[in-house]
Nanobody
Framework: QVQLQQSGGGLVQPGGSLKLSCAAS????????VGWFRQAPGKEREYLGV????????LYAAYVKGRFTISRDNAKNTVFLQMNDLKPEDTAVYYC????????????????WGQGTQVAVSS
């Protein structure tokens, strides 16, 4: 079992930045890729990007590429989502998830999920 504890989030003005954290505990975290998703009210869970087990490789959805950056620190069992130039449409609950990396854009590919953290972008 891997437990994922998220932190960060909150209210930010348009154009602002936030950094979310996803800390893992339990069994070895190193073997898992970690993806980030978000879900706005009334919408399906949306893929944002994924980081490899080593942290050397990342992939992003087109609609966040250049604004969002995923990184990981395996020594601290933590993955980060840095979000810049936030827009009102980025408002959602954000989730991290750990899985084996097969079809990383699909929520069903992940075995473990964080509890979610709310991000609200508003002036």
């Amino acid at each position: 079992q891997v437990q994922l504890q998220q932190s960060g989030g909150g209210l930010v003005q348009p154009g602002g930045s936030l950094k979310l954290s996803c800390a893992a505990s339990g069994r070895t975290f190193d073997n898992y890729v970690v993806g980030w998703f978000r879900q706005a009210p009334g919408k399906e869970r949306e893929y944002l990007g994924v980081v490899s087990w080593s942290g050397n490789s990342t992939l992003y959805a087109a609609y966040v590429k250049g604004r969002f950056t995923i990184s990981r620190d395996n020594a601290k069992n933590t993955v980060f989502l840095q979000m810049n130039d936030l827009k009102p449409e980025d408002t959602a609950v954000y989730y991290c998830a750990a899985g084996l990396g097969i079809q990383p854009a699909h929520p069903a590919a992940y075995d473990y999920w964080g509890q979610g953290t709310q991000v609200a972008v508003s002036s």
